[in-house]
């Protein structure tokens, strides 16, 4: 049995090395299609393959429909909204995530972009610190409660808001304090770091009014997608508004008109590079070998995302 790993953004070189022991101890065949530039090489490397491990990669409706042996997806990641996952149900077709495996060190981008914000993005000039500010936490799952506690740790007083965690205990143990909605979360955020999924009911949803209601001075740290903002909305706002900052790993479409219109309170990453970090890498790769593994050869379906 083969297992393709597709990366147009590759893993580190010990993570691949760390991906081919696992597959080939377990007598699977490891293949690797790294920074592919066209769909075709993809289509045409999954042919043959009964899994496939990717990352921000697009298995697409196409793409399982080309994979004629598939059983199983593993996304090394914590985002899966780069798969169809109503074609792969439709097929029978297992897709996982790897949850919390690279959550650190998007954690610890999400912060060093706010010490870069808060001092002009390294420029002459006085900047502020982020001990004694508000930081608000949207999503309190692996990467959310990482930025907390790390932001506290800073100094920083910090607030979350997550619509799937009612037990308010969760935030307690980490001397969180819970907000009742996200209205009241932006309301006091003084620095806003999203860590909501992209799904049919996020897409889009924070955009002018959010922005609008956000304290004097305030910074929008998005590491989770750029689908989640509205970005006609966020513009307006930051057009209305000279002292709102809008910070990104994930660059908007419209990525030149807000270089251009908001200079020094907008910065964008060139490529997306939250999990971009050795360990990460090897946490990430290594968990999806041991995951495809241990379907491939057990049938576990631990982390599978689409039941
Ligand atoms: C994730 O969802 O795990 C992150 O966005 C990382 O994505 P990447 O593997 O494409 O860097």
């Given at each position: 049995?083969?297992?393709?790993?597709?990366?147009?953004?590759?893993?580190?070189?010990?993570?691949?090395?760390?991906?081919?022991?696992?597959?080939?101890?377990?007598?699977?065949?490891?293949?690797?299609?790294?920074?592919?530039?066209?769909?075709?090489?993809?289509?045409?490397?999954?042919?043959?393959?009964?899994?496939?491990?990717?990352?921000?990669?697009?298995?697409?409706?196409?793409?399982?429909?080309?994979?004629?042996?598939?059983?199983?997806?593993?996304?090394?990641?914590?985002?899966?909204?780069?798969?169809?996952?109503?074609?792969?149900?439709?097929?029978?077709?297992?897709?996982?995530?790897?949850?919390g495996?690279?959550s650190n060190?998007?954690a610890?981008?999400a912060l060093?972009?706010?010490?870069?914000?808060?001092?002009?993005?390294?420029?002459?000039?006085?900047?502020?610190?982020?001990?004694?500010?508000t930081l608000a936490i949207h999503a309190y799952g692996n990467v959310g409660r990482l930025v907390g506690l790390k932001g506290k740790a800073l100094g920083m007083n910090v607030i979350a808001y997550d619509?799937f965690i009612t037990d308010e205990a969760v935030f307690e143990r980490d001397g969180v304090k819970k907000m009742?909605?996200?209205?009241?979360l932006?309301?006091?955020?003084?620095?806003?770091s999203?860590h909501?999924?992209?799904?049919?009911?996020?897409?889009?949803?924070?955009?002018?009014?959010?922005?609008?209601?956000?304290?004097?001075?305030?910074?929008?740290?998005?590491?989770?997608?750029?689908?989640?903002?509205?970005?006609?909305?966020?513009?307006?706002?930051?057009?209305?508004?000279?002292?709102?900052?809008?910070?990104?790993?994930?660059?908007?479409?419209?990525?030149?008109?807000?270089?251009?219109?908001?200079?020094?309170?907008?910065?964008?990453?060139?490529?997306?590079?939250?999990?971009?970090?050795?360990?990460?890498?090897?946490?990430?790769?290594?968990?999806?070998?041991?995951?495809?593994?241990?379907?491939?050869?057990?049938?576990?379906?631990?982390?599978?995302?689409?039941?």
């Amino acid at each position: 049995m083969k297992v393709l790993v597709a990366t147009e953004k590759p893993f580190a070189k010990k993570a691949v090395d760390g991906i081919k022991e696992i597959i080939e101890a377990a007598g699977l065949e490891l293949v690797l299609l790294e920074k592919y530039t066209d769909k075709a090489q993809l289509l045409e490397a999954v042919a043959d393959v009964e899994g496939i491990i990717i990352r921000s990669d697009k298995v697409t409706a196409e793409v399982i429909a080309a994979a004629k042996n598939l059983k199983i997806v593993v996304r090394a990641g914590a985002g899966y909204d780069n798969v169809d996952l109503a074609a792969a149900s439709e097929r029978g077709i297992v897709v996982m995530n790897t949850p919390g495996q690279n959550s650190n060190a998007v954690a610890e981008l999400a912060l060093g972009m706010m010490v870069y914000m808060a001092r002009n993005q390294f420029n002459a000039g006085t900047g502020s610190e982020l001990q004694g500010k508000t930081l608000a936490i949207h999503a309190y799952g692996n990467v959310g409660r990482l930025v907390g506690l790390k932001g506290k740790a800073l100094g920083m007083n910090v607030i979350a808001y997550d619509p799937f965690i009612t037990d308010e205990a969760v935030f307690e143990r980490d001397g969180v304090k819970k907000m009742n909605s996200v209205a009241e979360l932006y309301a006091a955020a003084d620095y806003l770091s999203l860590h909501i999924p992209a799904t049919a009911e996020t897409k889009g949803s924070i955009g002018y009014d959010l922005a609008m209601s956000m304290p004097k001075g305030a910074t929008l740290v998005n590491t989770a997608r750029k689908e989640v903002i509205n970005e006609e909305g966020l513009m307006k706002a930051m057009e209305e508004r000279e002292d709102l900052k809008y910070i990104t790993d994930v660059a908007p479409e419209a990525k030149d008109a807000y270089a251009e219109k908001f200079g020094k309170r907008y910065f964008g990453t060139p490529k997306k590079m939250g999990a971009e970090t050795a360990e990460a890498n090897i946490n990430a790769g290594l968990a999806a070998a041991r995951q495809t593994v241990g379907y491939l050869k057990e049938g576990i379906t631990k982390f599978q995302v689409n039941k």
